[in-house]
Nanobody
Framework: QVQLVESGGGLVQAGGSLRLSCVAS????????MGWFRQAPGREREFVAA????????AYGDSVKGRFTVARDNTKNTVYLQMNSLKPEDTAVYYC????????????????WGQGTQVTVSS
């Protein structure tokens, strides 16, 4: 029903920046909150950020507050994650997700997921 495709990952040095994009097809994009999660090898999937359907209400995990910004463009069915001041600890596969119900910080609240994009931060 909903397909999500992430892009924008890559290799950067500590202190650098990247912007991730996620394009959605199917469903009603403007009516759903969207989230970003990440997962590093051997670690659990971690909440990164989420944004309300309108784009007016963002939320962030504690580890990225002040460094990452989430936004969306409903005319393009796209959600973005601007990542600044990157640290080696940010290295992970980043996933976007389409919210269904429940807490925005809970993986179980999201019904559809993209395949992920790799972000690697070198020291």
């Amino acid at each position: 029903q909903v397909q999500l495709v992430e892009s924008g990952g890559g290799l950067v040095q500590a202190g650098g920046s990247l912007r991730l994009s996620c394009v959605a097809s199917g469903g009603i994009f403007s009516g759903a909150a969207m989230g970003w999660f990440r997962q590093a090898p051997g670690r659990e999937r971690e909440f990164v950020a989420a944004v309300s359907p309108s784009g007016y209400y963002p939320a962030y995990g504690d580890s990225v507050k002040g460094r990452f910004t989430v936004a969306r463009d409903n005319t393009k069915n796209t959600v973005y994650l601007q990542m600044n001041s990157l640290k080696p600890e940010d290295t992970a596969v980043y996933y976007c997700a389409f919210h269904s119900s429940g807490s925005y910080a809970s993986e179980a609240a999201y019904e559809y997921w993209g395949q992920g994009t790799q972000v690697t931060v070198s020291s």
